[in-house]
């Protein structure tokens, strides 16, 4: 059973930095893609960044040029740098992973992590 846990979050004035990490249970290297998701309150949960097999990344256009998503196979690890934050950052943050299987397509989720950014 894959299993992604998410650390790194917290309160954070406007401007600040916060680095969120994604440990996984087993080598990441299996997985197609990874990604960074957020959530805000009574809204649906939306791409913050993504990273594939190959390394090329994708960001979602309110973060392009503050946050940085990369991963560490030695270490299992995905990371989220995020700087230049806004109070519109704040939310609950999910890592996520994806594969193909013999029985086709999985995804696994973290279990979240809150940002806060004060203003």
């Known amino acids: 059973q894959v299993q992604l846990v998410e650390s790194g979050g917290g309160l954070v004035q406007f401007d600040g930095s916060l680095r969120l990490s994604c440990v996984v249970s087993?080598?990441?290297?299996?997985?197609?893609?990874m990604g960074w998701y957020r959530q805000h309150p009574g809204k649906m949960r939306e791409l913050v960044a993504a990273?594939?097999?190959?390394?090329?990344?994708t960001y979602g256009n309110s973060v392009k040029g503050r946050f940085t998503i990369s991963r560490d196979n030695a270490k299992n690890t995905m990371y989220l740098q995020m700087n230049s934050l806004i109070p519109e950052d704040t939310g609950v943050y999910y890592c996520?992973?994806?594969?193909?299987?013999?029985?086709?397509?999985?995804?696994?989720w973290g279990q979240g992590t809150q940002v806060t950014v004060s203003s």
């Open positions: 087993g080598s990441v290297s299996r997985f197609t893609d």
């Open positions: 996520n992973a994806a594969e193909s299987t013999a029985s086709g397509p999985a995804n696994y």
């Open positions: 990273i594939f097999s190959d390394g090329s990344t």
